[in-house]
Nanobody, 119 residues
Framework: QVQLVESGGGLVQPGGSLRLSCAAS????????MAWYRQAPGKQRELVAS???????YYIDSVKGRFTISREDAKNTVFLQMNGLEPEDTAVYYC?????????????WGQGTQVTVSS
């Protein structure tokens, strides 16, 4: 089955940068949508950034100008480049991918990677 493996999280000082990667395996078809969600302690999970098969991107207002989402379909991989990190960005970041077919939508989630922004 499809498995999403995330990497790149860690501890960084305010103003620093991290690049998250999510590599998918077990799927012959490319994904329609790929996205990054995050969930901070005591808060709801929120969509941070997404990218469609055609390259249309979306960012939550708080990360615009700081984060960049990209995808390499040949390797079934999605990235999130995070610059100018702030303490408010601290959260577990989850990779999400889907494949839409007429009968249903197949959704896949990664295990999550911790991002901590602290001085």
């Amino acid at each position: 089955q499809v498995q999403l493996v995330e990497s790149g999280g860690g501890l960084v000082q305010p103003g620093g940068s991290l690049r998250l990667s999510c590599a998918a395996s077990g799927s012959d078809a490319s994904f329609d949508n790929m996205a990054w969600y995050r969930q901070a302690p005591g808060k709801q999970r929120e969509l941070v950034a997404s990218i469609t098969r055609g390259g249309m991107v979306y960012y939550i207002d708080s990360v615009k100008g700081r984060f960049t989402i990209s995808r390499e379909d040949a390797k079934n991989t999605v990235f999130l480049q995070m610059n100018g990190l702030e303490p408010e960005d601290t959260a577990v970041y989850y990779c999400f991918c889907d494949i839409k077919v007429p009968s249903r939508e197949y959704d896949y989630w990664g295990q999550g990677t911790q991002v901590t922004v602290s001085s």
